[in-house]
Structure formats: C-alpha cells, structure tokens
DNA sequence: TACGCGTGGGC
DNA sequence: TGCCCAAGCGT
C-alpha cells in the first residue's frame, strides 16, 4: 500500500480542507428544494429519489411527492398505487415500493416516529449504508460519512495514487470519509462532497481549474487527475423489438400488470426475453409480444407477423383491422427497445357484470387488468414505456 | 459477488 | 443516433 501524497492524519491538514471545502459550498451550491426547507421527511424521500437518479429528473417529482404525501402519516395511508402513480416515469420502481413500505412500518411500529441514529435508518426497506449515512448526517445532523459515487470518486483522487482500483481501496476511501466527517456541521460536509464530485470533480474531465480543493489533492499533485477514479466501461447494450398493443373500447384501453400473457407473434427467432419479467413491478402497462433481438439498424414487421386470431387468443373479442399507430426507441435497463405500438378496436360483452362493467377492477379471459380511459391512464401507476405507447395512441386518434 | 433494476440528458 | 453516466440497494 502506497501512503498518500497528501497527510490526512494531520490535524491541520484535516482543518484546512474542510475550512475551504465548507467555505466553497456555502458560496455555491445550488438552490434545490429539499435544502430550501431542510427535514428529516423530506430529506428521506429526496435520498431514495436521488439514488441513481440526475437532481434535474428528481426535482419535479419531489415537489409532487411532497405535496400529495406531506408527511409519513399520508404517506403509509396511500394506497402503493398512489404512491407509484407520483414516481410515474422516475424508473427504480422499487424504490417506491421500499418507501412505502418503510412508511408503514414507522406508522405501524415507532408511531410515526422516525429513528434518531444510523443503524436505525439502515434497518429500513430501502436505506442501504450511503443512504442511512446522509440521512442521520443531513437530517439529524450526526457525523456518519456517506459514500456515494460522488464521493468515492473524489476521495478517491484525494488518496491520489495510494488509491488504486481493487482491494483496499474501498477501505481507504472509508476510512478517509469517516475521518474527515468528524467536525462541525457533517451533514454539510457530505453535501459539499456530492457537490464537488457533481459540479467540478467530474467523472471524466475534472474540472481541476475550477477546484477550490486543487491543494489537497493527491491525483492532481501527481499529475494523475483525469485518469484516477475513472469508471469502467459497461457491456454494451442489447437491441431489441416488440409490439405493443392498445386495446380500446369505448374510449378506454386495457391497462395490465407487467408479466401478462404474451401476444403471440411467430417471426422465427428466439425471443431475448420474455418481455417485462420483473421488470415494472408494481405498475400497469399495455399488452405485448416478447422482446426479439435485432439487428442494429434494422426492425422486422411484428404487426404483420401476428398469426390469424390473435385478438381473440389474447382474451378479447375482435371489431375491426388493428392499426399501427407509432414507433419509438426506449432504454431499459440493459436493453435498446424499438416499440412499435399498434391499436385494435375490441367489443365488451353485452351482459351485465364485472366483464361487462369497464369501470371495476376487471378479468377478460382470465387476463387481469382493467379498462381505463385514455384521459386518465397518463395520471396512473404507468411506466415511461406505457406512457410514450399511451401517447402514440392519441397522437394518431387527434 | 455480480447482476438486475429505469430513465433522461450531455456529448 | 449511440454511448456514457447519475445522491444505491437487494439478492
């Protein structure tokens, strides 16, 4: 083990950084709503939002969130769906979930109140060591380190070359965090972390001009900044195709949970994957065909590859040609998805019931799902892929 | 331990 | 357009 360019056992040294660092933050770090009106609540919901997440994506979503479910009280008393339905199109649904069930468990078990240290935030659905770390550090203002992406990055080039990829290093970096914590104001200081890694010391291409810190930097003192810290490369993703399909009667379209029968579609390849697996728990979504691997810049017809009786097989009763009403690229996960959507009048039954009836929690064939009008679907427990589909829906009826 | 889990924006 | 991530966690 190679000891670091910079001495951050030294007690002045120690000093110093955090001195400038604080200094730097209070001057410039931006004004995001969860620190406008710091609590504990809400600096919960903005940690589990963030995971993963970019801070322009979670912001609107976070102003949303609060408003609907002001408190842990509203929050357990929601519905999961409702919960989903405000994290509509944020991706990580299980983060909701968690949520969710975490709020429960603090109604159900502590009456509401939240845990006043670490540990207790980790025992939590959901809250893993970095999270419990920002929450009991910006929350209940404990020195508990909190180690990010952010934060390992910029630790990481502090140690500089006694950093090294591999064992050890994540030690180091956890040992440096829990060291420099200890002070005045740790939930800052973690802050001012993050903010540094997102602002200035940037995955790939540091800005080191702009640092306030450039003097305690061990990478930068060795001339090794762009290069230190740097993540791998992941595996590429994987092209893929599918149809989706609105069934509409009425002015409604039938909205099922992920994991539903497959519409059937014979083009002579194995299927990547059968569709949304585990995918979109939780949320609603339109029926579709399993996901065929493609080739890069090409898409075979899985409208015209559909075989003779198809709406029929699939639950419903058919009342004219399906038509195809759009096309559009998704990510997800580890896959580059080409939708295209297609559209199909089907008929209700005539009887009375709960077949008949579109508006109850239905079954067609013994598909669950419900009917639900295309002005309310987009306020649903939907996800992004079933919202861009919804939208080619009306596109082509408007 | 490595992988599965979503999505939008920057380049 | 394709590729690279971005305030992780659970299994």
């Not at 994540?170 to 002070?183: I, S």
């Not at 972390?193 to 790939?204: D, F, K, N, S, T």
């Not at 697996?277 to 609603?284: A, F, M, P, R």
């Amino acid at each position: 083990m190679t000891a670091s360019p910079v001495d951050f056992t030294d007690d002045a040294v120690r000093a110093g950084l955090r001195g400038v660092l604080l200094a730097w933050f209070d001057a410039r770090q931006r004004d995001l709503p969860w620190r406008r009106r710091r609590s504990l609540y809400g600096t919960w919901i903005s940690e589990m939002m963030l995971q993963q997440t970019t801070v322009a994506t979670v912001v609107p979503y976070w102003e949303r969130f609060l408003a609907r479910f002001p408190d842990v009280y509203a929050l357990a008393a929601a519905p999961e769906a409702e919960v989903l339905a405000h994290w509509s199109g944020l991706g990580y649904y299980r983060r909701a979930r968690q949520l969710h069930a975490a709020a429960r468990q603090v109604v159900a078990e502590h009456g509401g109140a939240f845990p006043d240290d670490t540990e207790g935030w980790r025992a939590l659905p959901g809250i893993g060591p970095y999270a419990a770390g920002a929450i009991a550090s910006l929350g209940l203002g404990l020195p508990a380190a909190a180690v990010d992406a952010n934060v390992r990055r910029v630790l990481g080039r502090w140690l500089g070359a006694a950093c090294q990829p591999g064992a050890g290093s994540d030690r180091q970096v956890a040992d440096l965090a829990g060291c420099l914590v200890r002070g005045d104001r740790p939930g800052a200081w973690n802050e001012a972390l993050m903010e540094l890694g997102a602002l200035v010391c940037q995955p790939r291409g540091p800005r080191c001009e702009d640092c306030p810190v450039g003097a305690y930097c061990g990478a930068r003192r060795l001339g090794i900044a762009d290069s230190v810290a740097v993540p791998e490369a992941r595996p590429a993703a994987l092209p893929v195709q599918a149809l989706l399909v609105a069934f509409l009667a009425e002015g409604r379209v039938w909205l099922e949970p992920p994991g539903g029968p497959l519409i059937r579609c014979d083009v002579g390849v194995a299927p990547a994957r059968e569709a949304l697996g585990k995918l979109h728990q939780g949320l609603l979504t339109l029926p579709t065909t399993a996901w065929y691997p493609r080739p890069e810049k090409s898409a075979c017809d899985l409208l015209a590859a559909l075989p003779a009786g198809w709406v029929d097989a699939a639950g419903f009763a058919g009342a004219g040609a399906p038509r195809a009403v759009g096309r559009f690229r998704h990510a997800i996960t580890r896959y580059r998805l080409l939708v295209d959507v297609a559209a199909v009048g089907v008929t209700l039954p005539e009887t009375p019931g709960p077949h008949r009836d579109i508006r109850a929690q239905g079954e067609i064939s013994s598909r669950p799902g419900r009917w639900v009008s295309l002005a309310e679907a987009p306020g649903l427990n939907i996800s992004q892929l079933a919202r861009k589909a919804l939208r080619c829906c009306g596109d082509a009826r408007g």
